[in-house]
Antibody
Framework: QVQLQESGPGLVRPSETLSLTCTVS?????????WGWIRQPPGKGLEWITS???????HYNPSLRSRVTISMDTSKNQFSLRLSSVTAADTAVYYC??????????????WGQGTLVTVSS | DIVMTQSPDSLAVSLGERATINCKSS???????????LTWYQQKPGQPPKQVIY???TRESGVPDRFSGSGSGTDFTLTISSLQAEDVAVYYC?????????FGQGTKLEIK
């Protein structure tokens, strides 16, 4: 059973950069799955942010594209999210998730527990 | 971008009764392989979403058979045939036909 765990600061100052890491175990992140980040503002719905495909392709939500970076560190079996110039509107629970492609790439069969990131001075 | 709209926003159903949630996409999510790129998630309080249905009608492994999905093109339905207490959750549809992937606003399912 693949497990995903988000980590990173729970508080980020406005205008700074939010950085989160997702550690995957015991599955290798270079083994044909896609990997994504999804967020959920408190009490609200889900918003897809970005994904990194098993082919190395990266996809972004256009609404966040100019501020988002997704990357992978195969040596640590981790992938990461960076979101720059944050505002209070970026306060949310951030989830990392796996897309194994078994149901067509783009749907997520395993999710981390999520981490709350609050943007505040 | 594809906009996903769910109805109703909230729903209260008696135990043992049928619950039906609708999802409409602003454009077709039926691909040339004849598969609908539409999935349903269940999210319980304090937990991450859990995939219950993919390709619009295929149950994820381990999901009870009281859950079923139907529809094609732009109109989809999630049905719980006999509501159990553990089914109380918010349900989201999501299209994965094209990026940006997009979710419905969610339907909160409660016990009447």
């Amino acid at each position: 059973q693949v497990q995903l765990q988000e980590s990173g600061p729970g508080l980020v100052r406005p205008s700074e950069t939010l950085s989160l890491t997702c550690t995957v175990s015991p599955y290798s992140i270079s083994s044909g799955s896609d990997w994504g980040w999804i967020r959920q503002p408190p009490g609200k719905g889900l918003e897809w942010i970005t994904s990194l495909s098993h082919t190395g392709d990266m996809h972004y939500n256009p609404s966040l594209r100019s501020r988002v970076t997704i990357s992978m560190d195969t040596s640590k079996n981790q992938f990461s999210l960076r979101l720059s110039s944050v505002t209070a509107a970026d306060t949310a629970v951030y989830y990392c998730a796996r897309d194994d492609g078994g149901s067509g790439y783009g749907s997520y069969d395993h999710w981390g527990q999520g981490t709350l990131v609050t943007v505040s001075s | 971008d594809i906009v996903m709209t769910q109805s109703p926003d909230s729903l209260a159903v008696s135990l043992g009764e049928r619950a039906t949630i609708n999802c409409k996409s602003s454009q077709s999510v039926l691909y040339t392989n004849n598969k609908n790129y539409l999935t349903w998630y269940q999210q319980k309080p304090g937990q991450p979403p859990k995939q219950v249905i993919y390709w619009a009608s295929t149950r994820e492994s381990g999901v009870p058979d009281r859950f079923s999905g139907s529809g094609s093109g732009t109109d989809f339905t999630l049905t719980i045939s006999s509501l159990q207490a553990e089914d109380v959750a918010v349900y989201y549809c999501q299209q994965y036909y094209t990026v940006p992937y997009s979710f419905g606003q969610g339907t909160k399912l409660e016990i009447k």
